[in-house]
Nanobody
Framework: VQLQASGGGLVQGGGSLRLSCAAS????????TGWFRQAPGKEREFVAA????????WYADSVKGRFTISRDNAENMVYLQIDSAKLEDTAVYYC????????????????WGQGTQVTVSS
């Protein structure tokens, strides 16, 4: 499975941005997808996750109510909608995939995209 993250950029505080994660390669059926982020000097942290069915979602407390993860299995796409962006959301955002059940631990994920930079300005 190959993952390609895109959609990052510069956004003003309070603004919105939508990240995309395109999956390709072998069948992505039954793959859960997670979004993680890493800010300079900090460890990679969990942001959000969604199973292949799309019927549940999980969020880090820091983004709950502001971020929305969703997926379009027909297009092999997963999205992360960022609303009410804060300065502390500035980071490189990665999408990752693993079989079946999503988790909030980066070590559990098998496949990773290359990352897309999100910068929130004041």
């Amino acid at each position: 499975v190959q993952l390609q993250a895109s959609g990052g950029g510069l956004v003003q505080g309070g603004g919105s941005l939508r990240l995309s994660c395109a999956a390709s390669g072998q069948s992505v059926r039954q793959y859960a997808t997670g979004w993680f982020r890493q800010a300079p000097g900090k460890e990679r942290e969990f942001v959000a996750a969604i199973p292949w069915t799309g019927d549940k979602t999980w969020y880090a407390d820091s983004v709950k109510g502001r971020f929305t993860i969703s997926r379009d299995n027909a297009e092999n796409m997963v999205y992360l909608q960022i609303d009410s962006a804060k300065l502390e959301d500035t980071a490189v955002y990665y999408c990752a995939a693993r079989k079946f059940i999503p988790t909030d631990k980066s070590d559990d994920y098998t496949y990773w995209g290359q990352g897309t930079q999100v910068t929130v300005s004041s």
